[in-house]
């Protein structure tokens, strides 16, 4: 009987390469996405720039 017979395989997972710059990328993709709604919604984008002047 081998020494790992009985044990579940667990293979450690490498670190992801570029996590951090997909992570980036991730955010980058939304951040643009929204800006773009903005644009389509006018009256919110209103709003977010009336209350940012008069805070």
Request: aromatic share 10%.
């Amino acid at each position: 009987m081998s020494t790992q017979e009985g044990l579940p395989s667990v293979v450690p997972r490498p670190a992801r390469r570029g996590a951090i710059a997909q992570s980036w990328q991730r955010f980058v993709a939304m951040f643009v996405k929204e800006f773009i709604q903005l644009r389509r919604d006018r009256p919110t984008f209103a709003m977010i720039v009336g209350i940012r002047s008069f805070s």
